[in-house]
């Protein structure tokens, strides 16, 4: 029988009649790497901070290293740490001072403290640069610093909300590159949010896609993947884009049919072999092929799969909300 970090049973949030997070359920093993994939606003973060007892719950369970997260938020916060989106350091502290404020919080004694900041120091590397300002770290290092903090106090369960959010390319593998260490090696549970995809799908052993509150699909990412079964063959076309993908559903070998603007996304196996095929399909249905891809499924073809949308477009539409809703806030005000 398998012991849970997280059980999680139909939780819900409501904020003003808005549902941000709907009815979800879920299971986290002890020593898992979780991974919440999603757009900005998908409720990513509502279920974190509900998990950690930041929010309360509107309705449903969830229990925590086997406290009810409503009804023990002591016990839960002694066996959880977080790393929040925003920053959160004392930039006027040094980093051994700002996990030894930490570490003072969470009650644990000089000759502990001592010991453990050491530790927490060397396992992300910044043994080197305890002295110096946090001010004076790099984004990179600033993020390592934070993950020590979240793991000074031996939690069971590290929360990471966005945590290369904002860092380039190179300093978010490297960041990666830790976070998986620390699972292995430490055996701490991490749940992880993401809205990169390529995030989940190097660190996560499962991942459940949000998109609107809700669940979507949860698997491990090559299972995800193979949902949809061989090649992704993407179409851009000019024309009769209706008519063509209407044909192409009729197709025992296509697996799957997506539009996407004038974007075709079609997946089969051999799909290299079918190209030829597809083109002369697309032209005798009035319809004009101007570039082909070809390419493995990835998990952004898996969001467009169940939710006819991809990751990308799905942020946009939720950052152009919030600018409408900050519009109509400054109209008010007026």
């Not at 051994?96 to 000759?111: D, I, P, R, T, V």
Request: glycine letters at 8%; a neutral charge.
């Amino acid at each position: 029988m398998k012991d849970y970090a997280i059980k999680v049973h139909k939780l819900t949030r409501k904020f003003n009649g808005l549902t941000a997070v709907d009815s979800i359920s879920f299971t986290v093993p002890n020593g898992e790497l979780f991974g919440l994939l999603g757009p900005n606003g998908a409720g990513k973060t509502t279920t974190i901070n509900m998990l950690s007892t930041l929010l309360s719950t509107t309705s449903g369970q969830a229990e925590l290293a086997g406290f009810d997260v409503s009804k023990h938020r002591d016990e839960v916060r002694q066996n959880i740490g977080v790393v929040f989106q925003e920053p959160a350091l004392d930039t006027k502290l040094t980093g051994k001072e700002n996990l030894e404020f930490h570490a003072m919080m969470y009650g644990m004694g000089k000759k502990e403290r001592k010991e453990r900041v050491q530790e927490v120091l060397r396992l992300v590397d910044l043994t080197e640069k305890a002295g110096v300002l946090v001010e004076n770290y790099s984004g990179g290092m600033k993020r390592r610093l934070e993950i020590a903090r979240g793991l000074v106090h031996r939690p069971k369960v590290l929360f990471l909300d966005e945590p290369t959010l904002g860092l380039d390319i190179q300093t978010r593998r490297y960041i990666w590159d830790y976070v998986k260490r620390l699972n292995q090696e430490n055996e701490v549970t991490i749940v992880l949010t993401t809205h990169y995809m390529e995030e989940a799908d190097f660190l996560c052993e499962r991942i459940a896609i949000m998109d609107y509150g809700k669940f979507v699909a949860m698997d491990s990412p090559d299972k995800l993947k193979n949902i949809l079964g061989g090649d992704v063959v993407s179409l851009e076309l000019e024309g009769d884009v209706q008519d063509v993908m209407s044909r192409m559903k009729e197709l025992s070998w296509i697996h799957t049919v997506t539009l996407h603007g004038e974007v075709l996304s079609l997946t089969m196996e051999s799909g290299e072999r079918k190209i030829p095929q597809l083109i002369n399909m697309a032209q005798q249905n009035g319809a004009q092929v101007s570039c082909v891809h070809l390419r493995k499924p990835s998990l952004d073809d898996v969001f467009l799969h169940y939710t006819g949308r991809s990751i990308r477009d799905q942020e946009a539409t939720q950052i152009e909300k919030n600018r409408q809703s900050l519009r109509g806030r400054m109209g008010r005000r007026r």
